[in-house]
């Protein structure tokens, strides 16, 4: 069955942190750029980053730039979310996808992730 699954989010304190996992099967990530997104209540998805599969190159939006670090495990087929000095807007549901190739010049997009999808995984941040 080819899907993306994610898994490790829960509850945790302002200034904690949490590694998300985006587990693929049915296909390989090392062909495919990878992007974690978040979309809290109300708000549109926001694209956070991004792992392209051509060189590693790994992408930041501002938000989130230098306190979440993305990372893969080729040999587990896998893909973190390394999420420190988290805030209360943090608060969201996080999605992983996947898509064929390199993180291109619109990867913050949700259009641009269109081959696969995880279900998602809720973090709350909260005291």
């Known amino acids: 069955q080819v899907q993306l699954v994610e898994s490790g989010g829960g509850l945790v304190q302002p200034g904690g942190s949490l590694r998300l996992s985006c587990a693929a099967s049915?296909?390989?990530?090392?062909?495919?750029?990878t992007a974690w997104f978040r979309q809290a209540p109300g708000k549109e998805r926001e694209g956070l980053s991004c792992f392209s599969s051509v060189d590693g190159s790994t992408y930041y939006a501002d938000s989130v730039k230098g306190r979440f670090t993305i990372s893969r495990d080729t040999a587990k087929n896998t893909v973190y979310l390394q999420m420190n000095s988290l805030k209360p807007e943090d608060t969201a549901v996080y999605y992983c996808a996947a898509t064929w190739g390199a993180c291109g010049s619109s990867w913050y997009r949700p259009f641009f992730w269109n081959d696969y999808w995880g279900q998602g995984t809720q973090v709350t941040v909260s005291s």
């Open positions: 049915g296909f390989s990530l090392r062909y495919y750029a």
